[in-house]
């Protein structure tokens, strides 16, 4: 529409021009631009056009197929706001039968999409014979409205029955609305469920190839409502979808390793028998990279899913290292997909790369890039001694951010390889007075009273007494630790925090942390003060669980769930689908013969 029509009308005005249309001479095209105006009020939101309905109505007895589109569209939007709009149903209930495909269509969409009893009624004893109608146009738009009904009237067997009916029809447009309208409708039923047999799967596939890009993803949807009885037939069934990984559209092609990842679960090894199956999906996934940054994400996303499940992807570790002009969340999930990635075998090539990362003006990605190297030194033990070396230069710049970060991931690292790697705690103290976050604070705090060289000169650089709670119970730890290791140099230092956590302080978490260790400390304790000392020291340097990579996987269930549910929105958050979608169906892999069940599901 033009752009001069988008300025707001009163609804009296509206109503004259439409009483001057008809004075003057060739009045359908008069009406049409009053008809558009109409239309580009209602996106304007200008609800006074309500008051429009008995004149609006009256027009769709104009033999003009626009006309009558328009007023349909106006009685849509307003008939749930006035009863004038029941004046509407007889020409609806014309409009159903003639002889044009167009306006047969229009009637039915148009009375589907109002949800008042007598338009529901109508479209009731209307629908069963749209869905059989000779053309194609009115099957497909018959075939979407009965999914709109179900809106309003639920479980209609009939209208299903119908509407199954449809899958055998011999157009492929139909046959794909038909089956969008029943993936909508047993999405939505606690009942109902949309499943296929074996030849019905075979036929599908074969409209693949003449069907368009969101025909071939209701069709690949529908694939994996049919259960494969052996392997070889699941094995097929994966070779027959194989070429639809060359389309060129993001939907089809993460659809079609729905389709693959559903069906290897019917097939043991699948990449064994077919050699051919990692590479092309890796190549697939790697074409849609050059797609705008939201598509990017969403891929990218969907490759972490396939690393952390089925793993029978092939990828070049390459094509995920960061561009500069990549924002920063598809840095962010480049990062997470490299280090899944990381192994013996490119580790080198991967820490030379983080390693630009790390000195990036982009303080974010400096981060994460520092973190990533913490990260690959408990994942892979070979890599340690070059992470931590990285990370000791890292520091050596003295650079806030990188110091700080490096003391929380060389955390991690100790904890890891207990007392390796002392000298990356030297290296830290040199910068003690940099420290200015919770984090690295509490981090560096916890390093100097379990594995410091000089502790009481490093302690003494840090203020606590106005940090968060994690800072004050790491220092009051780390005092404790100092004193139980030289006691006669911490005594001093061990009095006073003691005192100020006791006594000053009013947060009782610390406060009741310091009753504790005064008790531990005092020699009423025990009656030998060798017994002492060997008790206390068993429970303030009690040995902490190391910390290994495999807390990187996801539970199996859920990742059974997200991977029927692979490059939607909910594969992105790699959390249950329930507690993003609270009213999305559950979905769980159907029993079959040749199922590949995880033994830990049970």
Request: with cysteine.
């Given at each position: 529409?033009?752009a001069?029509?988008f300025?707001k009308?009163?609804?009296n005005?509206?109503?004259?021009?439409i009483?001057?249309?008809?004075?003057?001479?060739?009045p359908?095209?008069?009406?049409k631009?009053v008809?558009r105006?109409?239309?580009?009020n209602?996106i304007?939101?200008n609800?006074?056009?309500?008051?429009?309905m008995?004149?609006i109505?009256?027009?769709?007895?104009i033999?003009?197929?626009?006309?009558?589109?328009?007023?349909?569209?106006?009685?849509?939007?307003?008939?749930?706001?006035?009863?004038?709009?029941m004046?509407?149903?007889?020409?609806?209930?014309?409009?159903?039968?003639?002889?044009s495909p167009?306006?047969r269509?229009?009637?039915?969409?148009?009375?589907?999409?109002?949800?008042?009893?007598?338009?529901?009624?109508?479209?009731?004893s209307s629908?069963?014979?749209?869905?059989?109608d000779k053309d194609p146009?009115?099957?497909?738009?018959?075939?979407?409205?009965?999914a709109?009904?179900?809106?309003?009237?639920g479980?209609?067997?009939?209208?299903?029955?119908?509407?199954?009916?449809l899958?055998?029809?011999?157009d492929?447009?139909?046959?794909?609305?038909?089956?969008?309208?029943?993936s909508?409708?047993?999405?939505r039923?606690k009942?109902?469920?949309?499943?296929?047999?074996?030849n019905?799967?075979?036929?599908l596939?074969s409209?693949?190839k003449?069907?368009?890009?969101?025909?071939?993803?209701?069709?690949?949807?529908s694939l994996?409502?049919?259960?494969?009885?052996?392997?070889n037939?699941?094995?097929d069934?994966?070779?027959?979808?194989?070429p639809s990984l060359?389309?060129?559209?993001?939907?089809?092609?993460l659809?079609?390793?729905k389709?693959?990842?559903?069906y290897?679960n019917?097939?043991?090894n699948?990449?064994?028998?077919?050699?051919?199956?990692?590479?092309?999906?890796?190549?697939?996934?790697?074409s849609?990279l050059?797609?705008p940054?939201e598509?990017?994400?969403l891929v990218l996303?969907?490759v972490?899913?396939?690393l952390?499940?089925?793993?029978?992807?092939?990828f070049?570790?390459?094509t995920?290292y960061?561009?500069?002009d990549?924002?920063?969340?598809?840095k962010?999930?480049?990062l997470?997909i490299?280090y899944?990635l990381?192994?013996?075998?490119?580790?080198?090539s991967?820490?030379?790369?983080?390693?630009e990362?790390?000195?990036?003006?982009?303080?974010s990605?400096a981060?994460?890039?520092?973190?990533?190297f913490?990260?690959?030194?408990?994942?892979?033990?070979?890599?340690?001694?070059?992470?931590v070396?990285v990370?000791?230069?890292?520091?050596s710049?003295?650079v806030?951010?990188?110091?700080?970060e490096?003391a929380?991931?060389?955390?991690?690292?100790?904890?890891?390889y207990?007392?390796?790697?002392?000298?990356?705690?030297?290296?830290?103290?040199?910068?003690?007075?940099?420290?200015?976050?919770?984090?690295?604070?509490a981090?560096m705090?916890w390093?100097?009273?379990q594995?410091?060289?000089?502790?009481?000169?490093?302690?003494?650089?840090?203020?606590?007494?106005?940090?968060p709670?994690e800072v004050?119970?790491a220092m009051?730890?780390?005092?404790?630790?100092?004193?139980?290791?030289?006691?006669?140099?911490?005594?001093?230092m061990?009095?006073?925090?003691?005192?100020?956590a006791?006594?000053?302080?009013?947060?009782?978490?610390?406060?009741?942390?310091?009753?504790?260790?005064?008790?531990?400390?005092?020699?009423?304790?025990?009656?030998s003060?060798?017994?002492?000392?060997?008790?206390?020291?068993?429970?303030?340097?009690?040995?902490?669980?190391?910390?290994?990579?495999?807390?990187d996987?996801?539970?199996?269930?859920?990742?059974?769930?997200?991977e029927?549910?692979?490059?939607?929105?909910?594969?992105?958050?790699?959390?249950?689908?329930s507690?993003?979608?609270?009213?999305?169906?559950?979905?769980?892999?159907?029993?079959?013969?040749?199922?590949?069940?995880?033994?830990?599901?049970?």
């Amino acid at each position: 529409m033009s752009a001069k029509l988008f300025t707001k009308s009163k609804s009296n005005e509206l109503q004259v021009e439409i009483e001057q249309a008809f004075k003057k001479s060739k009045p359908v095209g008069r009406i049409k631009i009053v008809l558009r105006k109409l239309l580009a009020n209602i996106i304007l939101n200008n609800n006074e056009m309500i008051n429009l309905m008995k004149d609006i109505i009256p027009l769709m007895k104009i033999d003009d197929l626009e006309v009558r589109k328009l007023c349909c569209e106006y009685l849509v939007t307003y008939a749930l706001n006035t009863r004038d709009s029941m004046e509407a149903l007889p020409y609806l209930r014309r409009f159903k039968d003639e002889s044009s495909p167009m306006l047969r269509a229009l009637a039915i969409k148009t009375m589907t999409s109002i949800n008042i009893p007598d338009f529901v009624e109508l479209s009731l004893s209307s629908i069963s014979r749209s869905l059989q109608d000779k053309d194609p146009y009115v099957r497909r738009t018959a075939a979407f409205s009965v999914a709109r009904l179900f809106q309003y009237t639920g479980e209609k067997t009939n209208l299903v029955e119908d509407l199954n009916s449809l899958l055998y029809d011999n157009d492929s447009m139909v046959v794909s609305e038909a089956l969008a309208a029943l993936s909508y409708i047993t999405e939505r039923s606690k009942k109902l469920n949309l499943t296929i047999d074996k030849n019905h799967s075979i036929k599908l596939i074969s409209l693949l190839k003449n069907a368009n890009e969101w025909q071939q993803v209701y069709i690949l949807n529908s694939l994996m409502s049919y259960v494969p009885q052996s392997e070889n037939e699941a094995l097929d069934l994966i070779e027959n979808v194989l070429p639809s990984l060359q389309h060129e559209n993001s939907s089809v092609v993460l659809n079609t390793i729905k389709v693959i990842i559903y069906y290897s679960n019917y097939a043991k090894n699948p990449e064994l028998h077919l050699p051919i199956l990692p590479k092309r999906i890796g190549s697939s996934l790697n074409s849609l990279l050059t797609k705008p940054s939201e598509t990017q994400f969403l891929v990218l996303r969907n490759v972490i899913l396939l690393l952390l499940g089925k793993k029978f992807a092939q990828f070049d570790i390459e094509t995920f290292y960061c561009r500069f002009d990549d924002p920063i969340y598809v840095k962010d999930t480049k990062l997470e997909i490299i280090y899944l990635l990381a192994n013996e075998d490119n580790i080198e090539s991967v820490l030379d790369e983080l390693e630009e990362y790390a000195t990036e003006v982009d303080v974010s990605m400096a981060r994460k890039a520092i973190r990533a190297f913490g990260n690959l030194a408990v994942k892979l033990e070979n890599a340690a001694d070059r992470c931590v070396e990285v990370l000791c230069d890292l520091i050596s710049t003295g650079v806030t951010y990188i110091v700080q970060e490096a003391a929380i991931v060389i955390k991690n690292v100790l904890r890891r390889y207990p007392g390796k790697y002392s000298h990356a705690i030297d290296e830290l103290t040199n910068y003690c007075h940099l420290f200015d976050e919770p984090d690295a604070k509490a981090a560096m705090i916890w390093m100097i009273g379990q594995y410091g060289t000089n502790p009481k000169t490093c302690l003494k650089q840090f203020t606590y007494k106005e940090d968060p709670v994690e800072v004050q119970l790491a220092m009051l730890t780390a005092t404790v630790k100092y004193y139980l290791n030289f006691p006669l140099e911490g005594e001093e230092m061990l009095l006073d925090i003691l005192k100020w956590a006791t006594e000053t302080t009013g947060n009782p978490d610390v406060r009741d942390r310091g009753f504790i260790y005064w008790r531990l400390l005092s020699s009423e304790f025990s009656s030998s003060q060798d017994e002492f000392q060997k008790n206390t020291k068993d429970i303030i340097f009690n040995i902490d669980p190391s910390i290994t990579s495999e807390n990187d996987n996801v539970n199996p269930k859920i990742l059974e769930e997200l991977e029927l549910n692979f490059g939607s929105l909910a594969s992105i958050y790699l959390k249950p689908v329930s507690s993003v979608f609270r009213t999305a169906k559950p979905k769980e892999l159907p029993w079959g013969p040749t199922l590949q069940k995880n033994s830990s599901l049970g």
